[in-house]
């Protein structure tokens, strides 16, 4: 069986590694020349993902990887002092459940783990799909798969060209982000600097094997603003003109756009689709069920969602008519919870009054103020995200064939519940 993919982000590549676990032939294409390493922000991964990175035998990688950010300075618009939080005591007792990853960084980890046996098409793209499974290529010659997958983003190609404009699917929740790239001349050393405004917030933080900085931008919007996701200059002027007058360290921040090496911009926007599937073709990650790029968790739900579509494909021996009702069915839970969460963390992150501002302060400075135990169990029960994601289960799939490019990955055979 030829399955063809469309995406190397993170989906992508991990749906790969599974695909040819479970014995198929596999071919990514891939817009860009080559892996992304634009800027890009930090991740999540909770505990399935996890889980599924260490029967890839891939999370001692994704461990040494971790931004290793510690400490956090919350500040307030309008407030001379500032909130500090100990983060250390709050993950060290459970670094197995969750762990923050620059997104490039991770992307690369997949990828290298079953590079050697997928074929890579980079540098090109899907024009178009036929129901009986031809498919044809900006640049390379028209060729036949069995299945297609869209693993390529919130604005997916492979689902336009199938199920339709993006317009029809996307479901706007307010808000906005952007991420730069600048030096990191801040004294960053395992901190995340925090400003906080009515409706609008910005952090500034590093890892510790990068040499520059990522700043963050988080803003509310009752409206969806005109600007086209290829127009840079336009978002640029957009970010400049939600951020303005917030706090000096900002406005340095801002000083850096037309500088940066890297920047990305976009609506915080959930995909919500009836199905994913039509004939054979079916979507994975923010393709299909984006909950909300930077409040939703949805690398987690990528690898998930990556994970549990090789299994059904592998349980139904191949026959998509019977492994993308049984997908879909697998992960309808999981992504009904994860757009809950991104509503919930939206709320939290980007403050809609002074008196939710304040909410995000004092709460901060009661879990620096506990203990490291009783600081733990607070915020377990006040982060959503952390309690859906890590309440997740996944079946485990037996395996056909194991690749060989990585040797034996570590506790392949391992239950993921």
Not at 85 to 96: E, H, M, N, Q, R
Not at 271 to 289: F, Q
Not at 333 to 355: C, D, F, Q, W, Y
Request: charged share 25%; glycine share 10%.
């Amino acid at each position: 069986m030829r399955i063809l993919i469309s995406g190397a982000s993170v989906a992508g590549p991990v749906l790969a590694y599974w695909l040819t676990r479970h014995g198929r032939s596999v071919t990514v294409v891939e817009r860009a020349p080559a892996l992304r390493k634009t800027g890009g922000h930090s991740v999540d991964l909770f505990r399935p993902a996890m889980a599924i990175s260490d029967k890839m035998g891939v999370l001692a990688r994704v461990s040494e990887r971790a931004t290793g950010t510690n400490r956090m300075t919350l500040k307030r618009e309008g407030v001379r002092r500032p909130v500090r939080v100990d983060l250390s005591k709050i993950f060290s007792a459970t670094p197995d459940e969750h762990v923050e990853i620059m997104r490039d960084d991770l992307s690369g980890i997949y990828y290298d783990a079953a590079c050697d046996d997928v074929e890579y098409l980079f540098g090109d793209s899907i024009t178009a799909i036929s129901p009986d499974g031809e498919v044809r290529f900006e640049n390379a010659a028209p060729r036949r798969f069995d299945l297609v997958v869209g693993a390529d983003g919130l604005h997916s190609n492979v689902r336009r060209l199938v199920f339709g404009h993006e317009s029809r699917f996307s479901d706007f929740i307010g808000a906005y982000f952007g991420v730069l790239t600048l030096p990191n001349t801040f004294s960053l050393d395992g901190e995340l600097l925090i400003h906080v405004g009515v409706g609008r917030t910005a952090g500034i933080y590093s890892a510790r094997h990068l040499d520059e900085a990522r700043a963050l931008f988080l803003f509310r919007s009752e409206r969806e603003l005109d600007y086209h996701h290829h127009d840079v200059p336009r978002q640029k002027d957009l970010l400049r003109g939600a951020f303005r007058g917030l706090h000096a360290d900002v406005d340095r921040w801002l000083d850096e756009l037309d500088r940066t090496p890297a920047f990305y911009f976009d609506s915080i926007t959930q995909v919500r689709m009836d199905t994913w599937s039509r004939g054979r073709v079916t979507l994975v990650g923010d393709a299909g069920y984006c909950p909300g790029p930077a409040v939703g968790g949805s690398t987690s739900l990528a690898v998930v969602g990556a994970y549990v579509l090789a299994g059904e494909l592998a349980r139904a021996g191949g026959d998509h008519e019977r492994a993308f009702p049984a997908y879909e069915r697998a992960m309808a839970e999981h992504v009904r919870g994860s757009r809950a969460v991104a509503l919930s963390a939206a709320k939290t992150l980007i403050p809609t009054s002074r008196l939710g501002v304040s909410a995000l302060a004092h709460g901060a400075r009661l879990i620096s103020a506990l203990p490291a135990g009783p600081s733990r169990a607070l915020l377990r029960l006040t982060t959503k995200s952390a309690r859906v994601y890590n309440s997740m289960t996944v079946d485990d799939y037996p395996i056909a064939r194991r690749i060989t490019n990585a040797g034996r990955p570590r506790g392949a055979d391992r239950p993921l519940t």
